[in-house]
């Protein structure tokens, strides 16, 4: 039996239109999408912001109800059993505040542990392992609102873990974290997986983070998945062509969506007004490419080959680069 099964999970949000037309109209988040995940499999959820990640994170976990379509969790239907899906699951969600921040790290678990029916025999060896575990006993008395983006971020993983659940959703779990707090994340959800033997299904529109972590990946975009397969086999949809960097000056990208080559502004510096374009170009078609941007006024400061990643998988699938 699969951790996750999705079939066709469809999501529709009705949008209200002003006066004078006064009417409603149904705008698509998620749109008919399909996939599973394997028991102890980190499956990840790859998109840009607003591609259908976190609306599709919200009807598996119960949050939200399908418009259309159905998906099972460790067997139990979304609509049906969502009771049985919550002792089953938790998750760390992007964006929302889930802690209380008057309160200190270890009343915080407290709290959690009994919402989640932890026995009480049991609560106490729990929470010292959860802080443990996350690296935070030494802080288990201090208020949470004197803790660190990081800090919070750890907490509220042992907090989405204090009624060990089979399946983790993490709904970008690395946003706006430094550096050093990012690969703690990392590290830490690598060893749920391989030590603790959870299933966790991550969204992340890092792609770097995706490669890393995933066993497989689906790639999402306006509500459609658009490729799925291991980090290396969607890397082999682009290996007959060369990942190009360009560095370029005084070129409008606007002039790019009428560009016979897919290309994409990969990064931006308004300042200086210089632009880093990437995407896959043949060895033969690389002369074609500069001639046609030197012709709009391009000045050309840099080419580079460049080992293909999964931006450039997502440039050859949409023509537009992840952080668009």
Same mark, same amino acid.
């Given at each position: 039996?699969?951790?996750?099964?999705?079939?066709?999970?469809?999501?529709?949000?009705?949008?209200?239109?002003?006066?004078?037309?006064?009417?409603?109209?149904?705008?698509?988040?998620?749109?008919?999408?399909?996939?599973?995940?394997?028991?102890?499999?980190?499956?990840?959820?790859?998109?840009?912001?607003?591609?259908?990640?976190?609306?599709?994170?919200?009807?598996?976990?119960?949050?939200?109800?399908?418009?259309?379509?159905?998906?099972?969790?460790?067997?139990?239907?979304?609509?049906?059993?969502?009771?049985?899906?919550?002792? #089953?699951?938790? !998750? /760390?969600?992007?964006?929302? %505040?889930?802690?209380?921040? @008057? =309160?200190?790290?270890?009343?915080? +678990?407290?709290?959690?542990?009994?919402?989640?029916?932890?026995?009480?025999?049991?609560?106490?060896?729990?929470?010292?392992?959860?802080?443990?575990?996350?690296?935070?006993?030494?802080? #288990?008395?201090? !208020? /949470?609102?004197?803790?660190? %983006?990081?800090?919070?971020? @750890? =907490?509220?993983?042992?907090?989405? +873990?204090?009624?060990?659940?089979?399946?983790?959703?993490?709904?970008?779990?690395?946003?706006?974290?430094?550096?050093?707090?990012?690969?703690?994340?990392?590290?830490?959800?690598?060893?749920?997986?391989?030590?603790?033997?959870?299933?966790?299904?991550?969204?992340?529109?890092?792609?770097?983070?995706?490669?890393? +972590?995933?066993?497989?990946?689906?790639?999402?975009?306006?509500?459609?998945?658009?490729?799925?397969?291991?980090?290396?086999?969607?890397?082999?949809?682009?290996?007959?062509?060369?990942?190009?960097?360009?560095?370029?000056?005084?070129?409008?990208?606007?002039?790019?969506?009428?560009?016979?080559?897919?290309?994409?502004?990969?990064?931006?510096?308004?300042?200086?007004?210089?632009?880093?374009?990437?995407?896959?170009?043949?060895?033969?078609?690389?002369?074609?490419?500069?001639?046609?941007?030197?012709?709009?006024?391009?000045?050309?400061?840099?080419?580079?080959?460049?080992?293909?990643?999964?931006?450039?998988?997502?440039?050859?699938?949409?023509?537009?680069?992840?952080?668009?």
């Amino acid at each position: 039996m699969n951790a996750i099964e999705v079939r066709e999970l469809k999501k529709s949000y009705p949008k209200k239109i002003p006066l004078p037309l006064r009417r409603v109209e149904w705008i698509e988040a998620v749109k008919g999408i399909s996939f599973e995940v394997k028991k102890g499999e980190l499956f990840g959820l790859l998109g840009p912001n607003g591609a259908g990640k976190t609306t599709t994170i919200k009807m598996l976990t119960t949050l939200l109800e399908p418009t259309g379509g159905e998906a099972k969790i460790l067997g139990y239907d979304i609509k049906r059993d969502a009771r049985e899906i919550r002792k #089953r699951i938790n !998750l /760390v969600a992007e964006g929302e %505040r889930t802690l209380y921040w @008057r =309160l200190s790290a270890y009343e915080n +678990l407290k709290y959690f542990s009994r919402i989640y029916y932890v026995p009480k025999n049991k609560e106490k060896g729990r929470i010292e392992e959860l802080l443990k575990l996350v690296g935070l006993w030494e802080r #288990r008395n201090d !208020l /949470v609102m004197g803790f660190s %983006r990081g800090m919070k971020q @750890r =907490l509220a993983i042992a907090k989405a +873990l204090i009624n060990d659940p089979e399946v983790l959703f993490l709904d970008e779990p690395t946003l706006g974290l430094d550096v050093q707090s990012a690969l703690f994340v990392r590290e830490f959800i690598k060893k749920l997986v391989e030590e603790h033997k959870k299933t966790v299904l991550l969204t992340t529109h890092y792609m770097a983070e995706a490669e890393e +972590l995933c066993d497989r990946i689906a790639i999402i975009d306006h509500g459609k998945i658009i490729a799925l397969d291991t980090p290396e086999g969607l890397k082999r949809m682009i290996t007959d062509e060369d990942a190009v960097e360009i560095k370029v000056k005084d070129f409008a990208p606007s002039k790019l969506e009428r560009s016979p080559f897919r290309m994409a502004v990969v990064k931006e510096d308004a300042s200086t007004n210089m632009l880093l374009l990437r995407g896959q170009v043949v060895e033969e078609e690389l002369p074609k490419l500069v001639e046609w941007l030197v012709r709009r006024g391009a000045k050309i400061l840099s080419v580079e080959q460049k080992e293909p990643t999964l931006e450039d998988v997502f440039i050859k699938l949409t023509g537009r680069a992840i952080r668009d």
